[in-house]
């Protein structure tokens, strides 16, 4: 099964809140990811770490760290979609708290999002923006190539209207012409008759 299984949420190196959906060393490991990515002076950056078949995916954002392990076969775009959306949530959730919040002080409230937008990730296609996106144009391009291929029969059709028309006109033109010399020659017979 592919997915995102930890994740944890902290500031500088304390850790705010996490939740791990199956037993592994994720936590100790994703500590050691923790402090290497603080050794790095920037406040916002993206990252990825791997270990065994996992990746550690970390996102550094206003002195906000969120870091979660993923499966290998997961890729990078999803497991950071979640982490964004995860800083977004926790940020909303708890504003200005999160500068002086001691450890594990959200651990309660804010692990079962992390377990719900975990499960989400890992299971709903629709996570995935940029899939969701490319079905949702995949659909809108079958459309319009319907669309086009009707426009252009309507098109054929309209030339084939054009081209009897004019055929049509051409034979108006003639029956005209032809019956007025028929008309001419009668009134001439009628003429040498009288």
């Not at 490991?29 to 920037?42: H, I, M, N, S, Y």
């Not at 020659?185 to 009628?190: G, V, Y």
Request: glycine content about 6%; proline content about 2%.
């Amino acid at each position: 099964m592919m997915g995102i299984f930890y994740c944890m949420v902290a500031r500088g190196n304390v850790v705010l809140a996490e939740f791990s959906a199956t037993p592994t060393n994720a936590s100790t490991v994703a500590r050691q990811v923790l402090e290497k990515t603080l050794q790095g002076d920037k406040d916002s950056s993206n990252a990825s770490y791997s270990h065994d078949r996992y990746v550690f995916h970390v996102k550094k954002t206003d002195g906000l760290t969120v870091l979660c392990m993923a499966d290998d076969a997961l890729g990078r775009r999803i497991p950071f979609a979640f982490l964004e959306d995860i800083h977004q949530k926790f940020a909303k959730t708890y504003g200005r708290a999160i500068l002086s919040a001691p450890a594990y002080a959200m651990n309660e409230e804010f692990s079962r999002v992390l377990s719900q937008q975990m499960d989400h990730y890992s299971n709903d296609p629709n996570a995935d923006r940029l899939n969701r996106l490319k079905g949702e144009m995949s659909q809108v391009r079958s459309v319009m190539i319907d669309n086009i291929e009707k426009v252009l029969d309507r098109g054929d059709r309209l030339t084939l209207l054009v081209e009897k028309t004019g055929t049509l006109q051409g034979s108006a033109v003639r029956f005209k012409r032809n019956s007025r010399r028929f008309k001419n020659t009668l009134w001439w017979r009628n003429v040498k008759l009288t």
